[in-house]
């Protein structure tokens, strides 16, 4: 079973401050997914990272694929209160379908 | 698509009774998951369907706990008798090959009392 470990677990910050948040395996991803939670529903799909060293970008979220592909992170620039939730990472759906442990983050107006 | 759709979305319970909970997939997606949610112990994989068959149910805790899915477009996950330590949000998620991910319902939040 591969472990995914992400940290912080819990982050409160104020409105406008950047962050970032990690995911780490202890093997190597064949891809790896975002989710976002937010209170009282289901998790929702941010991103997927395929190729190592890989960097995508959604509007203020940016996330980053290890080289090794056995770590990835999630940087939020100038957070808003609507980025508060718990940020998930797992493995794309197909041998494995683990979720990681989460950081729950808020953001404080 | 109306997404995943579980129901109901709160249950209250007495210890020792049954529980039966309710999950249609997205129309298409041929695998079905139903995941246990709780503080302490995260977003939890307790069984998964493919084609409507159980692959794993390794994570079901013990023999309370079944699943079933008789069709490709409705599964139930049910405990009997329930205890209050299986208070926690279950939540069903479906997918297929070509999705681009797990879509999840909206959960059910059970409390046992």
């Known amino acids: 079973t591969q472990l995914l470990e992400q940290s912080p677990q819990f982050l409160s910050i104020q409105e406008g401050e950047n962050l970032t948040v990690y995911c780490n395996s202890s093997s190597v991803f064949s891809s790896l997914q975002w989710y976002r939670q937010e209170p009282g529903e289901g998790p929702v799909l941010l991103v997927t990272v395929v190729t190592g060293g890989e960097v995508k970008k959604l509007k203020r979220l940016t996330f980053q694929f290890g080289d090794a592909r056995k770590d990835s992170s999630l940087h939020i620039t100038a957070a808003q209160p609507g980025d508060t939730g718990l940020y998930l990472c797992?493995?794309?759906?197909?041998?494995?379908?683990?979720f990681g442990t989460g950081t729950s983050l808020t953001v404080i107006p | 698509d109306a997404g995943v759709i579980q129901s109901p979305r709160h249950e209250v319970t007495e210890m020792g009774q049954e529980v039966t909970l309710r999950c249609k997939p997205i129309s298409g997606h041929n695998s079905l998951f139903w995941y246990r949610q709780t503080m302490m112990r995260g977003l939890e994989l307790l069984i998964y369907f493919n084609n409507n068959v159980p692959i794993d149910d390794s994570g079901m805790p013990e023999d309370r706990f079944s699943a079933k899915m008789p069709n490709a477009s409705f599964s139930t996950l049910k405990i009997q008798p329930s205890e209050p330590r299986d208070s926690a949000v279950y939540f069903c998620?479906?997918?297929?090959?070509?999705?681009?991910?797990?879509?999840f319902g909206s959960g059910t939040r059970l409390t046992v009392v």
């Open positions: 797992a493995e794309l759906p197909g041998n494995q379908f683990y």
């Open positions: 998620a479906s997918t297929s090959e070509g999705a681009r991910g797990y879509t």
